[in-house]
């Protein structure tokens, strides 16, 4: 397809946002119809959206929004506890750089947000696509909000063949291009809409779609194979062992991760290093932070981390009294109300039903 011949199939952004007005989703972070959206409300549901699926993050960011209503609570929020709340969610750094940009938001902005995608993108934590997201969805601001939903739509509306990720610079300066003077924000929003109503990844609903006489993929039949991904490289994976002790209570010992690094900061029960083989039992047991009865539990606890999957075989013990050592001794009942993330939250799981 040559460019001329994609210069004359433009979609228009009119019909698309017609479209919106007609289907748009109900979500907890949307402003009500023709009202600009809180920029606080955009920027959290922007961060807790990257890596994660709406559904997922309803419940987090109606929790966040009742403890900590303005920018300023959530600045002044101890850090442990707004990890706390993040738990679940998964990439801790966001959670970190989450309350720093609060902070520098509520201490050095007066409380306002940056209204540009430049301004938003000196912000801890705040790549280019969050930066137009909020941008245009906030402010109105002719910036495009390429999210994964669509990427899809704007590599199918083009037959753009090129794998992802390369092929992400074309799409955005597509997209950019397609963004219209006014309704910046309600066309970046029909944008993700369309993508995750319609334009699904299998059987995109095309006979529905406001574009369909425009879009090149479904006039070549390929749009399912669009957009292209790279071959994906095989994840290493490690192993290692977790220790679970439980004192007479039943409260279960936990210690902070290191600051930085991988779930910096959140906690864990004590873990051996990570390797390409699991520890001999005897090695297992001189890893373990302490002298005690360890039983190891039946079965492994696997999580899979972005750049590579874990493997971790459970040790347990139950302890007559607490073992003088620096960690927080957690009640299973209070489990759900620390910064536990979901693979240490896993292994403790895992060592309560088979410990
Ligand atoms: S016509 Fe089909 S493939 Fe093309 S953008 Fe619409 S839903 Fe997606």
């Not at 890596?51 to 997922?56: L, N, R």
């Not at 753009?160 to 291009?177: F, G, H, N, S, Y």
């Not at 302890?319 to 489990?335: A, E, K, N, Q, Y």
Request: overall charge positive; some cysteine.
């Amino acid at each position: 397809m040559t460019e001329r011949a994609l210069r004359t199939q433009r979609p228009k952004p009119a019909d698309l946002l017609a479209w919106y007005d007609a289907h748009r989703r109900d979500l907890p972070w949307r402003a009500k119809r023709g009202r600009r959206a809180e920029p606080y409300h955009v920027w959290l549901s922007e961060i807790m959206l990257q890596q994660t699926t709406v559904q997922a993050v309803g419940r987090y960011y109606r929790d966040f929004l009742r403890r900590w209503p303005k920018v300023a609570d959530l600045a002044a929020a101890p850090l442990d506890e707004v990890l706390a709340a993040w738990a679940g969610l998964g990439y801790y750094a966001r959670a970190r750089n989450l309350h720093r940009a609060a902070q520098v938001v509520a201490n050095e902005l007066g409380g306002r947000f940056p209204q540009t995608a430049d301004g938003l993108r000196a912000l801890p934590g705040i790549g280019a696509y969050t930066a137009g997201a909020i941008a245009a969805i906030a402010f109105d601001a002719r910036e495009a909000a390429v999210d994964a939903n669509a990427e899809r739509v704007i590599a199918r509306l083009f037959a753009i063949e090129e794998p992802m990720p390369k092929a992400k610079v074309r799409l955005r300066a597509l997209t950019q291009d397609l963004v219209p003077e006014k309704r910046a924000g309600d066309f970046a929003q029909a944008l993700m809409d369309l993508g995750a109503m319609l334009c699904a990844p299998k059987k995109p609903a095309c006979g529905e779609c406001p574009w369909a006489k425009a879009c090149v993929a479904r006039k070549r039949g390929i749009a399912e194979q669009l957009p292209r991904k790279a071959e994906k490289r095989a994840r290493p994976l490690k192993r290692g062992a977790a220790f679970v002790a439980r004192d007479k209570t039943g409260a279960v010992l936990l210690i902070k991760r290191p600051e930085k690094g991988l779930l910096g900061g959140m906690l864990e029960p004590p873990l051996g290093p990570w390797n390409a083989k699991f520890p001999s039992a005897d090695n297992a047991l001189s890893q373990a932070p302490f002298r005690a009865d360890w039983k190891k539990c039946a079965g492994i606890v696997r999580h899979g981390f972005t750049h590579f999957e874990l493997e971790i075989e459970v040790y347990a013990a139950n302890l007559p009294r607490r073992p003088p050592i620096t960690g927080t001794w957690v009640s299973p009942d209070d489990l759900g109300s620390v910064a536990l993330p979901t693979v240490m939250r896993k292994i403790v799981a895992h060592a309560l039903t088979r410990g």
